[in-house]
């Protein structure tokens, strides 16, 4: 058998010939394509407009920044703002490891990587719509944010189309380097663990700058030396991804390609919990580890807490999720301009539940594949009372650090530590009620809204779990709106508390 | 039969800034087996999942993997086509080591995959003639034609993959491995979802493939197709990885516990 120099098509070639086949039949005309054109700048249009009114919104409605009239540790405004920035960019290189950022999934892994044509043009587009998609995320993202830190009235029109630039420029370079890292052989593991490292940094470090009173200039307008200065690294990055795309093995294709597919999907079905595997388990973990000996399960209710309790302490991912949405409360309490309970209410909520979220996965992974919970002769209802264990004392610990710092509103330490472990069986039920909600359901009616139709049965199922965390927390809020905590808000949130555990253990009559 | 190929290559053949024209030939020292694996170790997160592995395949010869379920065979082919990086030990095919990145390892060495994903808006007949011009085979649509009729897919030609069974599936992707050059052919059960009509069908194919030359390396757990087409076999094992002959093998996989 023979096989030697044979004419095969170029990449470019395979490309066009699988989306020439593909139009014949998609169905899809000029029209609908600039339909669907519209409907996305509209979309997008109306909620960079929403976010823009809301920072305006809240800015009118805080403090004026008098400077050192604040008692206790304080952090800068501008400060903030770079931390935030901080936080960002780990978030852009956490999400471009996990994701590739070059990945090729599904037909086109089975049917295009076995060829023998140069792989430079076949990947070119999977390799080019991340950094576009991180570069228009980082336009809208980094000009709301200056908005939102500036503190001499709203930026002039010249600073936010040189912000936007930046942020569209500097997040597509970060995707970019992390691809030319991936062309060298970086693990996904490791370019996701060093954005994780930096968005876990960003809250210490706003800690860290409160106590030792460390404080920025305000960020300066970005010149053109240096929009220039981004262009090139970006022109410079993707070159030399471009070169070495033929670099990237098939395996690290595919495995990229995979989670970038399951992640697309979860978010096209709005299914955050399906985001949160695909994101979360598509990078490999370690395979093997040390058997714990389990000496304290002696029955079926110790089994399910302790598997639930293993499953929090073995992931160094979840366990940074709490300690960095602790530390939140802390640095928003400390920049004196922000603490007012417009802003602190929504960053405790929002930290508080991101805490409770990572407190949860024995309860997401047992309503995906309830193994456990089958082998184990316990009740459902008893199991979903046992799955708010862990989130509950978990929370019940990161209320101390998260709640403490509400003392620079009023009150005493003791009285806010207090309110905090009587409100974690709120945020307790409400992790598992949001890991037990239905798949969404797609058969409602849909709502016309100003960001587009709105389904509102998927709207409902999604807001399980939220739901309970805004309104069993309502004696919190009240607490956080008056700045001091009196009996009577202990006692309500106790009674509250008890019943929000309590309906969030019903199961319902078809689970 | 392997699909033969011209061996005169046009001047103005296009390519897209790399060298898009597999050129030379893998393997060239004729002593050189097609696969050569020495204490070969594979496995996920520098686990093993199977004590090494040694066997040479020569070509125009055909080696089966056999063992239970899990035993490792699966992750042996992925290391052979690329798709793993070996934990120890050597792995050559065609004389080199492995590298599915370069053109001439995937244009020498084709494989038969549990993939189950394709186009949906290709037709089964446009899969199988991408597989074939993406290989540079010059009567595309005729060696199509041939496949589709002897994997009975003909009166399925023009419609979409997600309308077929999955046994039909399971044929396109067979087909797809026969519709483009290769020297080494790597399957993994085949035989899965086959009716004993194409497993005879396709053991006839795989002889014919080796006595052109060609070398055959296959994880199976059927014992016919075992004994049909496999000179000989390695019994892939936690402990061990002896190399067996046919009926050891044959006797190997019928003393599995039932899947």
Request: aromatic share 2%; glycine share 10%; hydrophobic share 50%.
């Amino acid at each position: 058998m023979t096989l030697t120099a044979t004419p095969v098509p170029t990449g470019r070639q395979v490309r066009r010939y699988t989306a020439a086949r593909a139009r014949r039949r998609g169905g899809a005309s000029i029209g609908s394509l600039l339909v669907d054109v519209y409907t996305v700048l509209i979309t997008t249009a109306v909620g960079v407009g929403l976010a823009i009114g809301l920072v305006d919104g809240v800015r009118e409605v805080l403090p004026p920044d008098t400077g050192g009239r604040a008692a206790g540790p304080e952090v800068s405004l501008p400060t903030l703002g770079a931390l935030v920035v901080l936080a960002l960019v780990g978030t852009v290189v956490s999400l471009a490891g996990r994701l590739g950022p070059v990945g090729v999934g599904g037909a086109e892994a089975t049917w295009w990587l076995t060829l023998p044509v140069g792989r430079r043009a076949l990947l070119r587009p999977a390799a080019v719509r991340l950094p576009l998609a991180a570069g228009a995320v980082g336009a809208v993202v980094l000009p709301v944010l200056d908005l939102a830190v500036h503190e001499a009235g709203r930026p002039a029109p010249e600073r936010v189309l040189a912000v936007a630039a930046a942020g569209a420029l500097g997040a597509a370079a970060l995707v970019l380097a992390a691809g030319v890292g991936q062309t060298f052989g970086a693990s996904r593991r490791r370019i996701a663990a060093a954005g994780d490292v930096l968005v876990a940094l960003a809250p210490a470090l706003a800690v860290g700058a409160a106590v030792t009173g460390v404080s920025l200039p305000p960020a300066p307008t970005p010149d053109a030396g240096v929009l220039a200065g981004l262009g090139v690294v970006v022109v410079a990055a993707s070159v030399a991804l471009d070169r070495r795309l033929d670099r990237i093995p098939a395996r690290a294709l595919r495995e990229s390609g995979s989670v970038a597919g399951q992640a697309v999907g979860a978010v096209v079905s709005l299914d955050s919990r399906e985001l949160g595997r695909a994101l979360g388990e598509g990078i490999p973990a370690r395979r093997r580890r040390r058997s714990a000996r389990l000496r304290p399960v002696r029955s079926a209710a110790a089994a399910l807490v302790t598997a639930d309790a293993l499953l929090l302490l073995r992931s160094g991912r979840h366990l940074a999720q709490l300690a960095g949405a602790a530390c939140v409360p802390a640095a928003v309490l400390s920049v004196p301009h922000l603490r007012t309970p417009v802003v602190v209410l929504p960053a405790l909520l929002a930290a508080g539940y991101v805490a409770t979220l990572a407190t949860a996965e024995g309860a997401r992974r047992a309503e995906m594949a309830p193994v456990v919970d089958r082998l184990l002769p316990i009740g459902a209802r008893r199991v979903r009372w046992l799955r708010m264990v862990v989130p509950g004392v978990a929370i019940a610990l990161w209320s101390v650090p998260a709640f403490t710092p509400l003392v620079l509103l009023g009150a005493q330490v003791p009285e806010w530590v207090v309110l905090g472990l009587l409100a974690a069986p709120v945020w307790a039920g409400a992790a598992v009620r949001a890991a037990y909600r239905p798949a969404p359901d797609w058969g409602g009616p849909l709502v016309s809204t100003p960001a587009g139709a709105l389904p509102i049965g998927a709207a409902s199922v999604l807001s399980r779990g939220p739901d309970v965390v805004v309104l069993g927390l309502v004696p919190v809020l009240v607490a956080v709106a008056l700045g001091t905590v009196v009996p009577g808000v202990l006692v309500a949130q106790a009674l509250v508390s008890a019943l929000v555990a309590a309906v969030c253990a019903h199961v319902p009559d078809a689970a | 039969m392997p699909t033969d190929v011209p061996t005169d290559v046009p001047t103005d053949v296009p390519t897209d800034g790399l060298t898009d024209v597999p050129t030379g030939r893998l393997g060239d020292r004729p002593t050189d087996p097609v696969v050569r694996a020495d204490s070969l170790l594979v496995g996920y997160g520098g686990e093993p999942v199977c004590a090494p592995v040694t066997f040479d395949l020569p070509a125009g010869t055909a080696l089966a993997l056999v063992g239970p379920n899990g035993s490792g065979k699966s992750t042996v082919l992925r290391a052979v086509l690329g798709l793993l990086t070996p934990a120890d030990g050597v792995l050559h095919v065609l004389g080199r080591e492995v590298d599915e990145r370069e053109h001439l390892f995937r244009a020498e060495v084709a494989g038969v995959l549990d993939d189950d994903a394709y186009f949906p808006a290709l037709t089964v007949a446009e899969h199988l003639v991408l597989t074939a011009r993406g290989h540079g085979v010059p009567d595309a649509e005729g060696v199509v034609d041939e496949l589709l009729e002897d994997f009975g897919l003909a009166g399925h030609a023009d419609v979409l993959p997600v309308t077929l069974s999955s046994g039909q599936r399971r044929r396109l992707l067979l087909a797809a491995g026969f519709a483009r050059p290769r020297r080494l052919l790597v399957l993994d059960e085949p035989e899965q979802r086959l009716d004993q009509r194409m497993r005879s069908a396709l053991a006839a194919r795989l002889r014919a493939e080796t006595a052109a030359g060609g070398a055959v390396l296959l994880a199976t757990h059927d014992p016919a197709l075992l004994a049909a087409v496999a000179d000989a076999a390695v019994l892939v094992g936690e402990d061990e990885s002896p190399v067996l002959d046919v009926p050891e093998a044959v006797r190997a996989i019928r003393a599995e516990p039932p899947r």
